[in-house]
């Protein structure tokens, strides 16, 4: 049985869940391998559901745009059997809060 969905509408939000959404996306190697690429959808293919409006934050927090796929590319590669020499493990999804604040700040 697939665990409960987690809506998150915020950088906070998404701080908070952070441990959680890093254990789903280790558990599933495709969904870790597409973090890579597609963060956000790879955080719905586990059940974490990140708002636009959270995702934009997120990219900030970056210094930038948040990679993304079409849905039916992130999909098919979600449950593709097809042999990938990549290993991912996601340590955390988010930089630290200090750094964070620091990008924040002119």
């Known amino acids: 049985m697939a665990p409960p969905s987690i809506s998150v509408a915020s950088i906070e939000e998404l701080r908070k869940v952070e ?3 890093v254990s789903r996306l280790n558990e599933s190697p ?11 959808g790879a955080l719905a293919s586990v059940g974490i559901l990140v708002s636009e409006e959270a995702a934009i934050e997120w990219g900030k927090l970056i210094g930038g ?6 849905q039916q590319t992130r999909d098919l590669l979600v449950r593709s059997n097809a042999g990938i020499q990549l290993h991912v493990k996601i340590q955390g999804i988010l930089p630290p809060a200090a750094a964070s604040e620091a990008v924040r700040k002119p």
Do not use: I, N, Q, Y
């Open 19 to 21: 441990r959680e959404a």
């Open 30 to 40: 495709r969904s870790a391998e597409l973090f890579l690429t597609d963060p956000v």
């Open 65 to 70: 745009m948040l990679p993304s796929m079409p």
